[in-house]
């Protein structure tokens, strides 16, 4: 079979299973979404790694008008409370510490509500930021590859009020070309 069309039939077959196993977890995360805007809260999203690109897919756009707000290490990088090579080394996503640099940044309200990305739950900033924000009595939504979570004794779960399964294989590589697996579906 073509490579690319094992691929789209994998990720075809992958969103049919999440959308099989998560559609009744997606609309109670929705209404958890909604009942935090109508508050006038805000939906803070923060992910490390492939997770930013779940972030950036749901961050507020020129137009939009959905409160949606994402940590962003580059908004530390401006704001000189942050250097690229801590980035660059991948020592920021160890430092647990990042997290009151964020809190210093942004004006954050007890009315917002959390949603956490992150493959295996078990990222310090991630863990972090939920144990923060629980502690303050908000609402926190984690998505996470539930297999992978499972594998590694993740914790972000233990602090979520609900959870999103990113459904992928584990490990997180979709394809098998002459003997080496790649291609991810998270």
């Known amino acids: 079979m073509d490579v690319k069309?094992?691929?789209?039939?994998?990720?075809?077959?992958?969103?049919?299973?999440a959308y099989d196993t998560q559609h009744e977890q997606i609309a109670r995360i929705a209404a958890m979404f909604g009942e935090c805007m109508d508050n006038l809260g805000v939906v803070q999203l923060f992910g490390v790694r492939h997770g930013e690109e779940f972030v950036n897919e749901l961050n507020y756009r020129a137009g939009g008008i959905a409160p949606f707000h994402?940590?962003?290490?580059?908004?530390?990088?401006?704001?000189?409370?942050?250097?690229?090579?801590?980035?660059?080394?991948?020592?920021?996503?160890?430092?647990?510490?990042?997290?009151?640099?964020?809190?210093?940044?942004?004006?954050?309200?007890?009315?917002?509500?959390?949603?956490?990305?992150?493959?295996y739950g078990n990222e310090p900033l991630v863990t972090e930021l939920a144990k923060k924000a629980k502690a303050k009595?908000?609402?926190?939504?984690?998505?996470?590859?539930?297999?992978s979570y499972d594998k590694v004794k993740g914790t972000l779960l233990d602090y979520c009020d609900a959870y999103l399964d990113m459904c992928a294989d584990e490990p997180d590589a979709a394809l098998n070309i002459d003997g080496v697996r790649t291609g991810q579906l998270s």
């Open 137 to 147: 009595g908000q609402k926190v939504v984690g998505i996470v590859n539930k297999r």
């Open 5 to 17: 069309k094992e691929y789209f039939e994998l990720i075809k077959s992958k969103v049919n299973e």
């Open 70 to 119: 994402a940590y962003k290490f580059r908004d530390l990088i401006l704001n000189k409370k942050l250097e690229q090579d801590k980035i660059d080394s991948g020592e920021v996503y160890c430092d647990p510490g990042i997290i009151d640099r964020f809190e210093e940044l942004y004006e954050l309200d007890d009315r917002d509500m959390y949603c956490l990305v992150s493959f």
